[in-house]
T-cell receptor
């Protein structure tokens, strides 16, 4: 089956530093990737949608200068949390939609970010 | 707009009990409907889906039927196991290449 990986699986950083999270589709090409944030015991909040080769579309309330998304290839998207603060601590999940699929998404295992 | 409402948990059941997790939706057009499952410490996995009215999705003993007349997609399983303990998310995607819209999730705990 289709596999999506995320790296790192967890990261702890100091306040003010930047953290990059990678999302890779391992065995398929993903024209669209999505980034979600999940708070404890809550649902997934869509942060942004990224299409390969174009700028990401951010959801209302998500700061695009703070959460930089790059979708450089059909198998890789990155999320960089810039100048992280404790309130950015969360579980970040990516998903990838295969080329030619209208309603299928495969999810990565998530990245736990803790900002001290 | 598009939204998904699912019953709040947590739900605690004994092993072999019958499970129902209610899910209703609001959407324009004809959405595809999904149930995702998140096991402890893991990412979301697609459990089942249905793409048109009266379709029944099924997987691992779980079933859900796309009911357009009641705008519902309730998840059922006849006999739950401890290994089914997880958080279950109902979701939809409107027609076309649009992001998933998730419900808030329902935590299920099955005790032996």
């Amino acid at each position: 089956g289709a596999v999506v990986s995320q790296h790192p699986s967890w990261v702890i950083c100091k306040s003010g530093t930047s953290v990059k999270i990678e999302c890779r589709s391992l065995d398929f090409q993903a024209t669209t990737m999505f980034w979600y944030r999940q708070f404890p015991k809550q649902s997934l909040m869509l942060m942004a949608t990224s299409n390969e080769g174009s700028k990401a579309t951010y959801e209302q309330g998500v700061e695009k200068d703070k959460f930089l998304i790059n979708h450089a290839s059909l198998t890789l998207s990155t999320l960089t949390v810039t100048s992280a603060h404790p309130e950015d601590s969360s579980f970040y999940i990516c998903s990838a939609r295969p080329r030619g699929s209208a309603d299928t998404q495969y999810f990565g295992p998530g990245t736990r970010l803790t900002v001290l | 707009g598009n939204s998904v409402t699912q019953m709040e948990g947590p739900v605690t059941l004994s092993e072999e009990a019958f499970l129902t997790i209610n899910c209703t939706y609001t959407a324009t057009g004809y959405p595809s409907l999904f149930w995702y499952v998140q096991y402890p410490g893991e990412g979301l996995q697609l459990l089942l889906k249905a793409t048109k009215a009266d379709d029944k999705g099924s997987n691992k003993g779980f079933e859900a039927t796309y009911r357009k007349e009641t705008t519902s997609f309730h998840l059922e399983k006849g006999s739950v196991q401890v290994s089914d303990s997880a958080v279950y998310f109902c979701a939809l995607t409107p027609s076309g290449n649009t992001p998933l819209v998730f419900g808030k999730g329902t935590r299920l705990s099955v005790i032996a």
